[in-house]
């Protein structure tokens, strides 16, 4: 009976090791992926040994020799290359790699091919990788994008926008979809007004469009061209001179780091744009570094400054996400061959689950921190690039949780514009601007005032040298009813008045200084911004007025309009009609006496406006407790007999009456809630405690 015992139980133990094994060997048989995983590559016919091409070798050969991601399997791909703008040689290729049993497609590029071809893979549930620009907002369930969105990318530039507070801005865009792309852009923010003006242009109409928009003194622009026509969008910059301090180009591209900008350094021209590749952080340029050493592959994946392009760069870290999906989906999920074609239109079992996976996937790439949500790329990092006299600086950065972050808000008001000389109008007036009485003073020096100080620190802040001069007439500025025309202040930018610009005649009264508040600030603002100054007057000696029949302005607000005058300072009036066409800063002086009333509102009476002084839950408690009482003062008078007596009390009665009726206990209490008699009075206390309690009450 033991021996039995023991053989049983040896061989229970062998079928349990048997079992286990064969558990074993299944799960591993379920859980580990194919040796070899067949992807396609589809691009157009010019980007044939491109970037993007070598970018995309690149990223499988480094996948399939580090064996850190797939250890056990090996990735091979298949490249098909397209006409651009073929959309149906395109489709032959696509089910060509179908055909060949590829679980996932990257590319194309091209917004229309990538669109077209996208619905093939949709259909066959095949996983398709994009790092294309995707206009549609619809959910597509089999595409996965490392393209930020064009929905992001317009909050980005609208935040900086209204942090450089542009209020005229032009949109020049080169392709058709450009309007499509931009269209945020285009609606002004609910809370300010945007002056936006669309122009479409191309190499070939650059210049004309161009010389249009300076015409119009536009000189803040929204620059979305392709990045092989830019060094013409350059060209005519230069050729147009519309390459100095007063624009400031706000480009689309990412690639901005990687276009000549030599000629445009030590012009003080402002150029701003974003670049999606952190070229400064340590795993990027380790990763710059391995390109470089891939054979003679990696002197073609960089440009000259050494510096990868962002569609590179997006197909790279797209590799790296489905490598990514597939190790995350090695450990839960079998993943099948993908046997399926155009013809039987039949879908992928597996496309689902892995589409899934790689849909979960977060990791930091080429491009950043990347992360999605239903396809679409939610997490990503946008570092502003300012051009300075070296070299383009990094000056903020955006995303989509946190907005725009300028770290060097500095660099938009460059010092390097010091040697530029504004043209600054006054007029003296004490003590805004004033001006020394000496033969010592000359230019700048005459003055002194609150504005000269101010204008000085502007300037010293911002970077830039200004000259002063004075209003010929020294008038603010008046109408003359005969002839239609000012004078004054008005006629010019400034005029001389105190306090603010005023001439003060030197120590031998040989000449006039500028002094007063204005100058004061003026000189204050120069020295804390950094930059210089003439001081002149306005030639017509006008503050500025519209005039209707011609359409124009004259005075200060015409000097600054044709940019003969970079600054003007005085007191000047504010008003609705100026304020259109010039910027004003915040008045630091208001003058005058200011009346605050409110007018009364008449309001209807009805029959019911007695009652407005209670609400109606009031009146209707009131009513209650008066009803109430009456009733209790009626049955309670029934049960004493002083309130019984004999209504003829010279005959004996049969039966006696009660003061206290329905009706007279309802008169009672009406009088003694109106503080009025009413002719009956009761004889016991209880009953006189009674209109006391609810005279309290109400």
């Given at each position: ?7 049983q ?5 062998s ?12 799960s591993?048989?379920?859980?580990s ?17 491109s970037s993007t091409?070598?970018a ?21 791909y298949d ?7 073929d959309s149906?040689?395109a ?18 590029t ?8 996208h ?17 549609e ?5 089999f595409?996965?994008?490392l ?11 609208q ?8 209020t ?5 865009y ?14 002004s ?9 669309l ?5 070939n ?5 161009l010389?249009?928009i ?10 979305d ?5 830019m ?8 050729q147009?001179?519309m ?11 990412f690639?901005?780091?990687?276009f ?6 030590y ?13 400064e ?7 710059l570094?391995?390109m ?15 510096i ?18 597939l ?25 689902l ?10 990791l ?19 570092d502003?690039?300012?051009?300075k ?13 946190g ?19 504004l ?9 805004y ?9 000359t ?7 609150f ?9 010293k ?6 000259i002063l ?7 603010y ?8 025309e000012?004078n004054g ?44 100054y ?5 030639p017509d ?21 044709d940019?003969k ?7 000047m009036?504010?008003n ?20 605050l ?16 002084p209670?609400v109606l ?17 009626f ?12 209504p003829h ?41 009674i ?8």
């Amino acid at each position: 009976m033991l021996r039995c015992t023991r053989h049983q139980t040896r061989m229970q133990t062998s079928s349990s090791h048997f079992l286990a094994a064969v558990l074993l060997h299944f799960s591993i048989l379920v859980s580990s992926l194919p040796p070899i995983v067949k992807i396609g590559a589809i691009f157009t016919q010019d980007q044939k040994e491109s970037s993007t091409e070598l970018a995309f070798k690149y990223a499988v050969y480094k996948i399939n020799k580090d064996k850190h991601l797939l250890p056990k399997t090996t990735l091979i791909y298949d490249i098909q290359y397209v006409p651009r703008d073929d959309s149906f040689h395109a489709s032959k290729k696509a089910c060509q790699q179908v055909k060949l049993g590829v679980q996932a497609v990257f590319g194309p590029t091209d917004i229309h091919l990538g669109t077209h071809i996208h619905s093939i893979y949709d259909a066959l549930d095949i996983p398709h990788i994009e790092t294309r620009l995707d206009l549609e907002v619809d959910y597509k369930e089999f595409s996965i994008n490392l393209h930020p969105s064009q929905t992001l990318l317009n909050n980005a530039f609208q935040d900086v926008i209204e942090f450089l507070n542009w209020t005229k801005v032009a949109i020049l865009y080169e392709e058709d979809y450009g309007l499509i792309k931009l269209r945020e852009l285009v609606r002004s923010p609910s809370h300010r007004a945007v002056e936006v003006h669309l122009r479409q242009a191309d190499p070939n109409t650059y210049r004309s469009v161009l010389k249009e928009i300076k015409s119009k003194e536009i000189h803040n622009l929204i620059v979305d061209t392709k990045s092989q026509n830019m060094h013409h969008f350059l060209r005519g910059i230069l050729q147009l001179q519309m390459n100095d301090y007063k624009y400031h180009y706000l480009f689309t591209t990412f690639d901005i780091e990687t276009f000549d900008l030599e000629d445009f350094k030590y012009n003080f021209v402002n150029m701003t744009a974003f670049r999606l590749v952190d070229a400064e952080d340590v795993a990027v340029v380790e990763v710059l570094k391995d390109m470089e050493t891939f054979q003679a592959i990696g002197q073609n994946l960089l440009n000259k400054s050494r510096i990868i392009q962002s569609e590179p760069a997006l197909i790279y870290d797209s590799v790296h996400v489905f490598a990514v999906g597939l190790q995350t989906l090695e450990n839960g999920h079998p993943l099948t061959l993908a046997n399926v074609s155009c013809e039987a239109e039949l879908p992928w079992d597996g496309g689902l689950s892995l589409i899934n996976y790689i849909n979960a996937v977060e990791l930091k790439g080429l491009s950043g921190p990347i992360e999605f949500k239903e396809g679409r790329r939610i997490q990503f990092k946008l570092d502003l690039l300012k051009l300075k006299q070296h070299s383009l600086v990094k000056v903020g950065e955006w995303s989509p949780a946190g907005g725009v972050n300028i770290s060097d808000p500095a660099a938009f008001f460059d010092s390097g514009i010091m040697n530029v000389t504004l043209v600054v109008i006054t007029i003296v007036e004490i003590p805004y601007v004033m001006m020394h009485r000496g033969k010592n003073y000359t230019g700048n020096a005459r003055f002194y005032g609150f504005c000269v100080d101010l204008l000085e620190k502007v300037a010293k802040k911002v970077g830039f040298d200004y000259i002063l001069d004075l209003v010929p007439d020294r008038k603010y500025g008046a109408q003359d009813p005969g002839t239609g025309e000012w004078n004054g202040m008005v006629l010019q930018l400034m005029k001389h008045e105190t306090p603010y610009v005023m001439l003060k005649p030197s120590e031998n009264g040989t000449h006039l200084n500028y002094e007063g508040f204005c100058i004061d600030i003026l000189r204050a603002i120069s020295s804390m911004v950094g930059f210089s100054y003439r001081i002149e007057l306005v030639p017509d000696g006008k503050y500025g007025v519209y005039d209707h029949e011609t359409g124009e302005w004259n005075g200060i607000v015409r000097q600054l309009m044709d940019r003969k005058a970079d600054l003007a300072v005085g007191s000047m009036t504010i008003n609705y009609a100026r304020e259109s066409v010039i910027d004003f800063t915040k008045p630091f002086m208001n003058l005058g006496i200011s009346i605050l009333f409110k007018v009364p509102t008449d309001k209807e009476s009805t029959f019911f406006t007695f009652l407005d002084p209670l609400v109606l839950d009031i009146w209707l408690l009131c009513s209650a407790a008066f009803i109430l009482v009456s009733m209790f003062l009626f049955a309670i008078s029934k049960f004493t007999p002083y309130e019984w007596y004999n209504p003829h009390p010279w005959r004996p009665a049969k039966s006696l009456v009660n003061t206290f009726s329905l009706s007279n206990s309802v008169w009672f209490i009406t009088g003694t809630l109106l503080r009025q008699g009413s002719g009956v009075c009761p004889k016991v206390f209880h009953i006189i405690l009674i209109p006391f309690i609810e005279y309290s009450y109400l």
